[in-house]
């Protein structure tokens, strides 16, 4: 059984940072490529960040310099660094794991920025 857990959200004043985890099990976790979404409310879902199979990244140019995404294959985990948070970061943070036609999903974490 595939399961895809985040962590790390929580709620952090403007100018802060965060880091999230997203843990996959039941995975061939190396083989995939993972990305990071998010969903204001209100809002459709978004890429945030993605790291491929080979490393290659994207960033939304809404996050570009200020987060990071990277991913540890031998810990089935995957990361992002968020700084310098903005209210408008605020939303819920979900983890997507893809290879050709497979996907999954995380449950998603809350972030919130105060201002």
């Known amino acids: 059984q595939v399961q895809l857990v985040e962590s790390g959200g929580g709620l952090v004043q403007a100018g802060g940072s965060l880091r999230l985890s997203c843990a996959g099990s039941g995975i061939a976790f190396s083989m995939y490529a993972w990305g990071w979404y998010r969903q204001a409310p209100g809002k459709q879902r978004e890429l945030v960040a993605r790291i491929s199979r080979g490393g290659i990244i994207i960033y939304a140019d809404s996050v570009q310099g200020r987060f990071t995404i990277s991913r540890d294959n031998a810990k089935n985990t995957v990361y992002l660094q968020m700084n310098s948070l903005k209210p408008d970061d605020t939303a819920v943070y979900s983890c997507?794991?893809?290879?050709?036609?497979?996907?999954?999903w995380g449950q998603g974490t809350q972030v919130t920025v105060s201002s």
């Open positions: 997507k794991a893809e290879w050709g036609t497979k996907s999954y």
